[in-house]
């Protein structure tokens, strides 16, 4: 039984570069979201997705971010051109969804970003 | 717009007292769900609770209970004879209630607890 995986675990990277995060969900779970979770902070909905489709997005994901779920399965994350202001943890949770039941968000363990 | 408020930033406690974390909630929602979540110093977010904004009984597991009340707006989230591993940041949260479940989690600050042997 595997839970939610993200990886890197960390990323330093210099400013203006890119970066990709990717977050593989529990099995046979449907949705899929992200978080972003800086210091003393609780976590922030960015984005989520039902199979392949992005179903919601937050203000705070601006044009510089984009999320994939292409296939369903595993989701990237992309941060184009980061800012020192993107420094966080960007978190992963997954959940099941099937009429009339539905299961809990599971948090991956997240992937701490520093932008220098 | 929803809004989770947990004024007690840091709480310490000394191991076997009890603890009470306070949660304030906003939302214009009729249905909604509340949560409160743990996070260790590892990091990983664990789940605790989810209660639903129609049903305002009390629930007790082990040593945790919780107390929703809705003319209030608050749950809050006792521990019993606190243990050093619950020493953590709790969060609580809110969501909308949509079709089936929900999505959009909105998570309050945090309450550091800091339990001392």
């Known amino acids: 039984d595997t839970g939610v995986s993200q990886n890197p675990r960390h990323k330093i990277t210099k400013r203006g570069q890119n970066v990709t995060f990717r977050c593989d969900p529990i099995s046979e779970h449907n949705r899929l979201y992200w978080y972003r979770q800086t210091l003393g902070q609780g976590p922030e909905f960015l984005t989520y997705?039902?199979?392949?489709?992005?179903?919601?997005k937050s203000r705070l994901l601006s044009d510089r971010f984009s999320a994939e779920r292409p296939k369903g399965s595993f989701s990237t994350l992309e941060i184009q051109r980061t800012e020192q202001g993107d420094s966080a943890m960007y978190l992963c949770a997954s959940s099941f969804l099937s009429a009339p039941s539905y299961n809990e968000q599971f948090f991956g363990p997240g992937t701490r970003l520093t932008v220098l | 717009a929803q809004k989770v408020t947990q004024a007690q930033t840091e709480i310490s406690v000394v191991e076997k007292e009890d603890v009470t974390l306070d949660c304030v909630y906003e939302?214009?929602?009729?249905?909604?769900?509340l949560f409160w979540y743990k996070q260790p110093p590892s990091g990983e977010l664990v789940f605790l609770i989810r209660r639903n904004s129609f049903d305002e009984q009390n629930e007790i597991s082990g040593r945790y209970s919780w107390n929703f009340q809705k003319s209030t707006s608050s749950f809050n989230f006792t521990i019993t004879a606190s243990q050093v591993v619950d020493s953590a940041v709790y969060f609580c949260a809110l969501s909308p209630r949509s079709g089936g479940g929900y999505q959009k989690v909105t998570f309050g600050i945090g309450t550091k607890l800091q339990v001392i042997p």
């Open positions: 997705f039902q199979n392949e489709a992005q179903l919601e």
């Open positions: 939302t214009r929602d009729t249905t909604y769900y």
